[in-house]
């Protein structure tokens, strides 16, 4: 890299960037984990200050009972454990649906990839909203799907297919397949195919030499793409709002209905933090991929 | 001038070379740990054409980005005209590159890219077009001006480059494997093409490759390196004829190498024997050495003779012969303008020899398995001792 | 091989299906006469009338404009900064406070919606309290957070469009005697150009779609365009957001598919152009 002796222009450059997600990102969560430690009450804002002063000189007073709170009603829990299944579950329909979708686009003929990875993306440029929502006309009882099928004799009684964990799965796998596809797509598309040629040519059978050859070498791609949908969906608010069961909900909404209906700020904020500790592993994970990606030269 | 003296002694500080454009001293690159470049000091003289060779790592990319200015040495100084460059950041070094992906901006035109130079000097715009002109028609891609460098072929790419290079009249130019992405044929073509604009516009040219050939074709010195250092700095006769050390002997052209112990001198001779090679080796002129320590002779395969008898002078059953072995051809390379023969000698070394093929279809050519006598002239083997 | 070739075809195209049919059957529903949106009035269909109700839909409308005005904001808002990050963690080799710029970049990308929008209204709150800024939440509030989760997407293609770029063509202007600042704006800018626009159309894109963050940060009288779908859509389906949705999927196809077909005419020229200097050297 080209040695510039006067570093002000790289300190500006860098800095701000720097200055704004600090203050932007980092010290917004260092917030949310002091208010988790604040008790709840009625004034604005509701909870307890941050700092009180004791004889002129701040002092932190923590408090644990949001977290002891989460621990004992049950619903919080349930809500996390929840969550966790149902990300994963749409993680791994995912990675069957997006696989297949993924290599087929990355053996097609390079002059209709474009074309094909630009349909799988075209999706994603319209309303993430719009598109759960069309899902609710799909799936009501009185929706497009029971129609078809009542009027092709397969039922007799429309089935129930709003409000279930089905129909929150269908929606999450719909709203991020694009983003399983992507990664896995720019993995499948570097591999050699000579491989799979000495491969044959070795003896191994076609199958064989994809258990043996392609998928040991798409590994990066299928964690990545596990991760961007895995992390989000943990924390999905509007599909399981729209889409899902009543009386389970995922931990975004319960955080969501805490904040806006409860207004119990310290409570919100202690499950907020709960999630994040839930995601810090794959979300470090998911930086050290990324930034290997990037460095990668 | 002598070589080897630099080699031995790196950390002494060159004497001032009168002539001396730049002048590298002592300089040290490390990156972390490791030590891409290691106390180097070269002097360069003005007007000539300084090739950096050596293989991969060896250190001759960063030694020239140091002079452009994109690293800065960890220890040591570049005087350029006998300024420190140490505080010039690359925009104010009197120095311009021309880059091994040749770098054209991609979004300009050959023009466009070719007066990139000056307008950043404030030059006058009619001035920028004139002098674009010029260095394009030198460069003879004039009618080339308008278009972009993806409508152009590798070779005229390089020519872009050069010219873009040289239209500041820089005093010194650096050139990082300037041929390396043309084909062969073309190579050759552009290799006395850069001569003749180099002694036209009489600019100094520092060239790193890795290509023996093109730096024994384009420079008047060339600079070997190895592991971040200099092994031997000469002209290419110099260099191949008298290389100082085993690892030049080896890196430039081909040789055969034997191990052995000086056996005692002559008034005109060193004589080394050499259990290696099964003989004696003579080698001419005398020169001093200590009885019993170890020394290479080396000898490049052109300057040895085979024959089906021993040569005149030469009795073959002589007790102690000089500078002559048998021994059976292994393998033969026909290459077309001169054959190589791998002979196994009786000591089960092999040894390589070519010869010209001088005459079209040799009456009784060397078939494989055949027994043959190798020997050489006493001026043939250099004596290395490191 | 031709058998797994197959499958993973039959795969892709059912995969489009299923992207599909959810959009289309909204487009073809825009134009259904019945309120009961799922069922074909095949008698007075297809008609235009839910999108003379749209074009009459006060809320809606102002929604819209809401939106788009922040998208704007906050897409070239994310451009600059992602830029800057970007141009910072591809450029500037180690320097203090990297790892911080680089951890900071990727977590916004996955960081689930809830919180951000959780964390970012309480630093609002918490400076209002401080500083007496912003007073209160909206427009402002809404931007400056759609710019911190937009510059993230913009700081990962800048960069990758650096990381992949050839140093020496900054080298080299910099060998021609260009100052670092000049360097970038005459050359690495114009070669960035197309990932920035693409980062652009990317924060745009998901600045107007945003609801979760911008729940937390909006106040009474900044309702985007998505938070009034989503009171609307939450409490059953309406046929006038159909036909939003079937406008709304007109103009990004029209958009991705007219910059792909110009993508590819540009890149069967550059082929074109590449051959015939190959065959001007012969």
């Known amino acids: 890299m080209p040695r510039i002796p006067q570093l002000s222009g790289r300190r500006v450059v860098a800095g701000i960037p720097i200055l704004w997600l600090l203050v932007l990102f980092l010290i917004p969560f260092l917030i949310v984990f002091r208010i988790s430690f604040s008790e709840v009450r009625l004034a604005i804002p509701p909870y307890t200050p941050l700092f009180t002063w004791h004889h002129g000189s701040p002092s932190l007073q923590l408090h644990w009972s949001s977290y002891a709170f989460l621990f004992t009603d049950s619903l919080y829990v349930s809500s996390y454990v929840y969550s966790l299944k149902v990300a994963a579950v749409s993680t791994l329909c995912c990675l069957l649906i997006g696989y297949p979708m993924a290599y087929a686009i990355a053996r097609a003929a390079p002059a209709s990839r474009s074309v094909l990875l630009m349909l799988i993306v075209l999706p994603f440029w319209t309303s993430f909203l719009l598109r759960v929502y069309a899902w609710i006309g799909l799936l009501k009882n009185n929706g497009v799907i029971n129609n078809v099928l009542l009027w092709l004799g397969v039922i007799h009684h429309p089935l129930v297919l709003l409000q279930t964990d089905f129909a929150v799965y269908i929606g999450i796998v719909y709203s991020y397949l694009p983003f399983m596809i992507l990664p896995l797509y720019a993995n499948l598309e570097k591999h050699d195919g000579a491989l799979l040629e000495a491969a044959a040519d070795l003896g191994a059978r076609p199958m064989r030499a994809f258990l043996r050859i392609t998928l040991p070498q798409s590994l990066a791609g299928i964690l990545a793409g596990s991760l961007l949908v895995f992390i989000p969906a943990v924390g999905e608010y509007v599909i399981p709002t729209l889409l899902g069961r009543p009386d389970q909900l995922m931990i975004g909404r319960v955080l969501s209905d805490e904040f806006f209906e409860n207004r119990d700020w310290p409570v919100a904020s202690a499950v907020a933090i709960l999630v994040l500790l839930l995601l810090v592993i794959p979300i470090m994970w998911f930086q050290r991929l990324e930034r290997r990606e990037l460095e990668a030269k | ?386 | 091989m031709r058998s797994r070739g197959l499958f993973s075809r039959c795969a892709l195209i059912l995969g489009l299906v299923f992207l599909y049919v959810p959009i289309l059957s909204m487009i073809i529903f825009s134009f259904n006469n019945s309120r009961l949106v799922t069922v074909w009035d095949a008698a007075h269909s297809p008609t235009l009338k839910w999108y003379v109700a749209l074009a009459a839909n006060e809320q809606v409308l102002r929604a819209a404009w809401l939106s788009i005005r922040i998208a704007l904001v906050a897409s070239t808002g994310a451009v600059i900064l992602g830029t800057l990050a970007g141009v910072a963690l591809a450029r500037f080799g180690a320097f203090r406070g990297r790892l911080l710029l680089a951890g900071m970049t990727t977590a916004p990308i996955v960081m689930p919606e809830v919180i951000t929008g959780l964390s970012l209204l309480l630093l609002f709150v918490a400076l209002q309290q401080l500083i007496g800024w912003p007073r209160g939440v909206g427009a402002v509030t809404i931007a400056l957070s759609h710019i911190t989760f937009c510059m993230a997407y913009v700081t990962v293609v800048v960069q990758s469009r650096l990381v992949g770029m050839d140093v020496s063509l900054e080298e080299a202007a910099m060998d021609l005697g260009a100052r670092p600042g000049r360097v970038f704006f005459r050359i690495t800018l114009p070669l960035i150009l197309p990932a920035i626009a693409s980062g652009w159309l990317l924060a745009f894109t998901l600045s107007w779609d945003d609801l979760v963050i911008t729940q937390f940060v909006a106040g009474p009288g900044s309702s985007t365009l998505p938070m009034v779908i989503f009171s609307k859509v939450r409490f059953g389906v309406t046929p006038d957001i159909n036909a939003l949705a079937t406008i709304l999927v007109l103009i990004v196809a029209t958009g991705i598919a007219g910059s792909t077909v110009w993508m590819r005419y540009q890149q069967r020229r550059r082929e074109r152009d590449v051959l015939l200097a190959a065959a001007a050297n012969l």
């Not at chain 2, 891609?141 to 020519?159: D, T, V």
């Not at chain 2, 041929?179 to 006395?192: G, M, N, P, S, V």
């Not at chain 2, 000898?299 to 003779?305: A, F, H, Q, V």
Request: net charge neutral.
């Open chain 2, 1 to 386: 001038m002598n070589a080897r003296t630099q080699v031995e002694t790196p950390s002494v500080p060159v004497a001032a070379d009168p002539n001396a454009y730049v002048r590298i001293a002592n300089v040290t690159k490390r990156f972390g740990d490791f030590a891409a470049v290691e106390d180097v000091s070269l002097d360069i003289r003005r007007g000539e054409i300084f090739c950096l060779l050596g293989g991969s790592g060896s250190g001759k990319t960063t030694l020239l980005r140091m002079l452009a200015g994109f690293e800065s040495p960890t220890s040591g100084t570049i005087y350029i005209d006998g300024e420190d460059m140490s505080a010039v950041p690359p925009y104010e070094r009197p120095v311009n590159m021309m880059f091994q992906s040749y770098a054209l901006f991609p979004h300009m035109s050959v023009e466009k890219n070719v007066a990139f130079g000056l307008e950043q000097e404030g030059v006058a715009r009619g001035d920028i077009k004139r002098q674009v002109g010029e260095i394009l028609d030198i460069v003879k891609m004039g009618s080339f001006g308008a278009r972009k460098p993806h409508q152009l072929s590798g070779g005229q790419r390089q020519r872009v480059a050069l010219a873009r290079a040289l239209v500041k009249r820089p005093k010194l130019l650096l050139l990082d494997e300037p041929l390396a992405a043309l084909d062969k044929k073309l190579r050759e073509h552009t290799q006395f093409e850069l001569i003749s604009i180099q002694q036209r516009l009489g600019v100094t040219f520092i060239v790193v490759t890795h290509d023996q050939e093109e730096a024994m074709t384009l420079g008047t010195r060339l600079g070997v390196m190895n592991h971040g250092r200099i092994a031997q700095v000469g002209s290419p006769s110099d260099i191949y004829e008298s290389p100082a050390n085993r690892f030049v002997a080896d890196f430039i052209g081909s040789v055969n190498m034997f191990e052995g112990q000086v056996a005692d001198g002559c008034d005109d001779c060193l004589r080394i024997a050499s259990t290696e090679l099964g003989c004696t080796v003579r080698a001419e002129p005398a020169r001093p050495g200590t009885t019993g320590a170890t020394v290479w002779a080396a000898i490049r395969p052109e300057k040895i003779n085979i024959t089906r008898r021993p040569p005149a002078g030469q009795p073959a059953a002589a007790t102690a012969p000089e500078n002559l072995v048998r021994g059976t051809v292994r393998e033969i390379a026909y290459m077309g303008d001169m054959s190589i023969y791998l002979v196994q000698i009786d000591s089960g070394k092999m040894l390589r020899v070519t010869l010209p093929n001088v005459t079209r279809g040799r009456e009784r050519p060397l078939t494989r398995d055949e027994s043959v006598w190798l020997s050489w002239h006493g001026t043939s083997p250099v004596v290395l001792t490191e």
